[in-house]
């Protein structure tokens, strides 16, 4: 079991920058596909990026892709997402997930059985 928590979040203007972070504590970190979603307002949770047990490989949702980077650092348990070029329709509660899978990079809620608490990030016009 893995335990998540998100930071990094908070009121920025449009066209800038945050560097996201989720701590993990528990076991074997290295072992997990980790996963960012996003939640705005009235709308549902949606898939933003994810990240193999190595780093070597990465996915991003075509709105985010250019924009924001998934990176991770197993020797500090931690999974980071850069989000440059910020836009008011970013503004969204951020969330870490860590999924079992092995063999593809996993974009659905129910392939995460773990969930931090989220992160507020809020983009003004």
């Known amino acids: 079991q893995v335990q998540l928590v998100e930071s990094g979040g908070g009121l920025v203007q449009a066209g800038g920058s945050l560097r996201l972070s989720c701590a993990a504590s528990g076991r074997s970190f290295s072992n997990y596909v980790m996963g960012w979603f996003r939640q705005a307002p009235g709308k549902e949770r949606s898939f933003v990026a994810a990240i193999n047990r ?17 990176s991770r650092d197993n020797a500090k348990n931690t999974v980071y997402l850069q989000v440059n070029s910020l836009k008011p329709e970013d503004t969204a509660v951020y969330y ?3 999924s079992y899978s092995s063999s593809y990079l996993p974009t659905t809620e ?16």
């Open 96 to 98: 870490c997930a860590a």
């Open 110 to 125: 129910n392939e995460y059985p773990y969930w931090g608490q989220g992160t507020q990030v809020t983009v003004s016009s």
């Open 54 to 70: 190595s780093g070597r490989a990465t996915y991003h949702a075509d709105s985010v892709k250019g924009r924001f980077t998934i």
